[in-house]
């Protein structure tokens, strides 16, 4: 009864949000049509300039963006109008126009922007809001010029987006499911490895283009969704760019550029980044459980310092072989070495009495190195719309880790030290061809088609050893090679069109994958091939500029990684370990989604219904092995079910504040039996974010973000429900070139992960802070030739 209660309520949020609509078009009374063109002072398009409609005595009515052609089109009401463009740097464009019943349509032209003097020798204008508009297949969220883009990195700019999450360690979630995927520029890259989002300046990001549904031309991996990051590239002609400082406490000291130069043949950009980070975590478990009859107990502590060293280098150029041909050539490096020390100590109990105590010491080194090679053309061609692209990428990256680990009995009896050491080695090699070709059919439909081709080859190598008679000797026989072969084959096919009102995409995307693994020892070597057709859909109806609904299919796949599949993990911790599981298949999900939004004067209101159904799932199972020591490996259950809601609130009630706060709700069901044991269950998740941005006197700016995750469950595991408290203020100097910030992250302590796994013969409860209160302080300089607009980057077809 619950859950229909909660479906109901769902329902009637987006029937009200409906009927809001159609009311507030009824009284609008929206007849007329007005289009056009901006340009700027180059006839250049201008890409998502804001479009402001006023009646005759300024008083709002509508709004909009223009287009990535620079067009617009936007229904109004047949009276005396007045139409503004306005863009950062740019003078507002600003006519008055007539509509009556006999001229109900009219067509503007190509409107020129003109450079303001005034901003001649300034980079930014502060105080330009992020904002999130919606597209046919996803949201856009747009990085202004607010607190908001003056933090540090792409991690901070996540971590604000509605719908997305960002754990202590740096794992992002999409509606409170970490399966989503990734993409820069429209590519998978190393920029998303390893801590490397948190390499990236949030400057150097235009926008984040938000795909809970994806349609056919997107690859289908990730069943949350698509994640895709823009980077900001093309821009005026001359060089610009900004350069940034900061130290913090725990010690966290880095310094990062990013760098533009565009002539009329060749445009050049470049980010580069070095990091030099300290990392303190304190971890807790307690384990109890029955053995021979009697009760046990172990408590353990964990005292962590990490310490990590990154350079980052990604860098490139556009070369306009004509007007209509493009080459882009670029190359990403990332290389880090972090070292991890621990202090472990075990306290084993009996009947609650204390039996012995052991003391362990960990040390590891480990080193990485990513690199990328991007290679694209571009061709357009005389009909407006149509192009025809060729991407080829190259990845090739390796790793090296070092585990030192010291075991020493200290109670009842001292004893001599035990000695372990493992080397983990890893390599990887991926190869990616795609073309894609886009072509517009009669005046609003489009057609895309494309290839894909990707082979994947990882290679690990692991040995542990323990000190034994002077020697060194494998233990656990864990010793083995493991390699890693993937191929996927993708074709796609998609066309949209609009009627009227009513739009439509409709796409189907084929993809074959072909996985082998074989190990040194042939204890886990086997071949996969299947094929799997996926299927998009997403039909959308716009009542006005300021509202409109929209439904939407997709059927997605999740294929385990190597780490899923590779059983040979790294040890640290005896009593506690991960392992891959060879035999785990893909789940599949069809999500569907239905939803709205209404922007007013003052306020932006969007609401979501959606429902995901996943077959195979795949879930962690944890349980003690033959050595009293736990072990969580994945497995797959027979499916899960999950609707939800989200709705998010962005109201601006004066200039100088903005407000905004996003909220999920699901309720899931599991089912499944493994090990002969029963994983059925069922329960709920909600999670709240608000920040609120305030402009203060002296241009001093300040922002709040609090985000609160619910608690989250599974048939074995509940994670308590958690908080955490960021505050940001900062101020702008010469003529908004240097931006002066300091932010203070998790101020509260409160980020801590409780869990408690309980299952028949055991409990364990643990709790994990990865990281404590943080504060830091950036330095941010904006440099430039001479004023540049700042252009969104030629989007490559590549997903």
Do not use: C
């Not at 002072?41 to 006023?54: D, F, G, H, R, V």
């Not at 509509?99 to 330009?128: A, C, P, R, T, Y």
């Not at 508009?133 to 747009?142: E, G, L, T, Y």
Request: no cysteine; net charge positive; charged share 25%.
């Amino acid at each position: 009864m619950k859950d229909k209660n909660r479906l109901k309520s769902a329902v009637l949020l987006l029937f009200f949000l409906s009927t809001l609509t159609h009311a507030q078009m009824a009284k609008t009374n929206f007849k007329g049509m007005i289009s056009g063109k901006a340009i700027n002072e180059k006839s250049e398009p201008m890409p998502y300039a804001n479009i402001t409609i006023l009646d005759a005595n300024r008083k709002f009515l509508v709004a909009g963006m223009t287009e990535e052609n620079g067009g617009f089109e936007i229904a109004v009401p047949t009276e005396k109008l007045i139409v503004e463009i306005s863009y950062s740097g740019y003078i507002t464009f600003s006519k008055e126009t007539v509509l009556n019943d006999s001229n109900k349509k009219m067509n503007l032209g190509s409107l020129k922007l003109q450079l303001d003097v005034n901003f001649l020798n300034e980079v930014v204008v502060v105080g330009q809001k992020s904002t999130l508009s919606f597209k046919r297949d996803k949201k856009v969220f747009s990085v202004g010029k607010d607190i908001l883009a003056q933090s540090n990195s792409a991690l901070d700019i996540l971590e604000n987006i509605p719908s997305v999450t960002v754990d202590a360690g740096g794992q992002v979630s999409l509606r409170g499911n970490s399966n989503v995927t990734i993409l820069i520029n429209g590519r998978q890259t190393g920029l998303t490895l390893n801590n490397a989002l948190d390499q990236i300046p949030a400057l150097s990001i235009e926008r984040v283009e938000i795909i809970t549904n994806p349609s056919a031309s997107y690859q289908a991996t990730g069943s949350a969704g698509i994640l895709n990051i823009i980077l900001k590239k093309n821009k005026k002609d001359g060089i610009n760019g900004q350069l940034t400082l900061r130290y913090g406490v725990p010690i966290d000291s880095r310094i990062g550029s990013s760098v533009n130069y565009k002539t009329d043949k060749l445009n050049f950009f470049a980010t580069v980044g070095q990091r030099y980070t300290d990392y303190i975590g304190k971890y807790s478990s307690n384990q109890l459980y029955n053995q021979s009859g009697f009760n046990k107990a172990l408590l353990q502590m964990e005292d962590e310092n990490r310490h990590d060293d990154g350079k980052l280098f990604y860098g490139g150029f556009d070369y306009y072989l004509n007007d209509k041909e493009t080459i882009t050539m670029a190359y990403n490096i990332n290389v880090t070495k972090d070292s991890d020390k621990s202090l472990i100590g075990y306290d084993y109990y009996t009947e609650n009495a204390l039996d012995s105590v052991l003391v362990r010491n960990t040390k590891s080194v480990e080193n990485r190195s990513y690199n990328q090679l991007e290679l694209n053309y571009l061709r357009n061609f005389d009909k407006k719309g149509r192009k025809f692209t060729v991407d080829f990428q190259y990845d090739f990256w390796n790793s090296t880790k070092d585990w030192d680990i010291n075991t020493k009995k200290v109670k009842p009896i001292i004893e001599t030290p035990k000695q372990l050491r493992t080397n983990n080695k890893n390599g990887n090699k991926d190869f990616v061809l795609q073309t894609d070709y886009t072509t517009p059919i009669k005046e609003k439909g489009k057609l895309d088609f494309g290839l894909k081709g990707e082979h994947r080859n990882v290679t690990n190598t692991y040995l542990a050893e323990n000190f034994v008679s002077n020697n060194w000797q494998v233990f656990n026989g864990l010793d083995n090679d493991l390699d890693y072969n993937e191929t996927i084959g993708a074709a796609y096919v998609q066309y949209g069109n609009e009627w009227g009102k009513f739009d439509y995409l409709i796409g189907l995307r084929d993809e074959y994958t072909s996985v082998k693994i074989s190990d040194e020892n042939r204890e886990f070597t086997k071949k996969i091939n299947y094929n799997r057709l996926f299927p998009t859909v997403h039909l959308g109806y716009t009542f006005s500029e300021t509202a409109g609904l929209q439904w939407s299919y997709s059927k997605r796949i999740n294929r385990p990684s190597i780490w899923d599949l590779n059983p040979f993990n790294e040890i640290k911790d005896f009593t506690y370990q991960y392992a891959g599981n060879p035999n785990l298949n893909p789940e599949y999900t069809d999500a569907f989604e239905f939803g709205g939004n209404k922007n007013f004067e003052k306020v932006f209101l969007n609401a979501s219904v959606y429902y995901h159904r996943t077959k195979d799932f795949m879930q962690y199972y944890v349980y003690r092995d033959a050595n009293n020591s736990f072990v969580a490996l994945p497995v797959n259950l027979d499916m899960e079910s999950k609707y939800g809601i989200e709705t998010s609130v962005n109201y601006n009630p004066i200039k100088r504040l903005s407000l905004y706060s996003s909220f999920n709700f699901y309720r899931f069901s599991q089912e499944g039996i493994y090990e002969d044991q029963d994983f059925d269950f069922s329960n709920e998740f909600w999670q709240l974010q608000v920040r609120a941005q305030v402009k203060l006197p002296k241009e001093i700016n300040f922002q709040g973000f609090l985000n609160y995750v619910g608690k989250s469950s599974n048939a074995q595991t509940t994670t308590k429900s958690n908080h955490y408290l960021n505050l940001s203020v900062n101020k702008s100097f010469l003529s908004n070139k240097l931006t002066v910030g300091f932010n203070a992250i998790n101020v509260l302590d409160s980020r801590k992960e409780i869990q408690r796994t309980s299952s028949p013969g055991y409990i364990l409860n643990k709790v994990s802070n990865r990281n404590a209160e943080q504060f830091n302080i950036t330095l941010l300089y904006r440099f430039a030739e001479k004023q540049f607009k700042e252009r969104q980057i030629k989007e490559s077809n590549r997903n």
